[in-house]
């Protein structure tokens, strides 16, 4: 995954659908991301507080924010995670109690996922191969292809798998007090189920095609190996 200061849109895009809510019950959406190095940062979903009906019927997408390297971002948007940091996306669901003036008194964690992968960040792709096709892949960063198409020209079109489009969820606003709630951690619900709609890559193909490009660069540069192992991760 690159990573710049000015803040790259987080891909695979995160898009969840959760099973299992309580109908008449309220639920925030409640994001994070799991680095070496780095305290979380904890982001409410902008919908904030709302019943379950509401969430098992839509979308839940998390793509409009943003990795960067800049360590004091002023945007709440972004999440500093500097370069070869290795990082897994987490969505936790919080059933949230309220008060008899209809604000949040408690949050309680039902349920969490944690993609199966592990990212890297990195600053760019050295491997010519693994950057058209992870470029190529990411629609958000199409315009680099565009500035190296010909330098670098490499025929993709059967490697990358056409991206699903997906509805995302409409945006309210945030509770003011959205996160002074009183966090738990009990044993989650069974019935609740929480899964990403789109998985990072097509694993097996891509790690194939990675995997052929990489016994090239093996009597190479020591770091640069390194960094397009860290490309697969």
């Not at 959205?178 to 738990?184: H, V």
């Not at 989650?188 to 193909?205: E, G, R």
Request: aromatic share 10%; net charge neutral; hydrophobic share 35%.
């Amino acid at each position: 995954m690159t990573v710049t200061r000015n803040g790259c849109r987080i891909f695979p895009k995160l898009h969840y659908e959760v099973h299992g809510l309580v109908a008449d019950k309220c639920y925030s959406m409640v994001f994070h991301i799991a680095a070496q190095f780095k305290e979380p940062k904890f982001i409410c979903h902008p919908a904030g507080i709302k019943m379950g009906a509401l969430w098992t019927s839509r979308t839940i997408s998390f793509e409009d924010f943003f990795i960067t390297t800049n360590p004091q971002p002023t945007d709440n948007s972004m999440i500093h995670l500097p370069p070869h940091c290795k990082f897994t996306p987490i969505l936790d669901v919080y059933e949230v109690v309220l008060d008899h003036m209809q604000q949040p008194a408690t949050m309680h964690r039902v349920s969490s996922c944690r993609l199966p992968y592990t990212f890297m960040t990195v600053t760019m792709y050295k491997n010519r191969e693994a950057r058209v096709l992870k470029l190529g892949m990411n629609p958000h960063a199409r315009h680099f292809l565009k500035n190296n198409t010909n330098k670098n020209h490499l025929d993709t079109a059967s490697l990358i798998p056409p991206i699903p489009s997906v509805q995302p969820l409409p945006l309210f606003p945030l509770p003011q007090n959205s996160m002074s709630y009183t966090f738990s951690y009990d044993t989650y619900p069974s019935n609740i189920h929480v899964a990403p709609i789109q998985l990072p890559f097509p694993f097996p193909a891509v790690l194939s095609t990675l995997a052929s490009s990489l016994q090239l660069c093996r009597d190479g540069d020591p770091e640069e190996i390194d960094e397009e192992i860290d490309i697969m991760n």
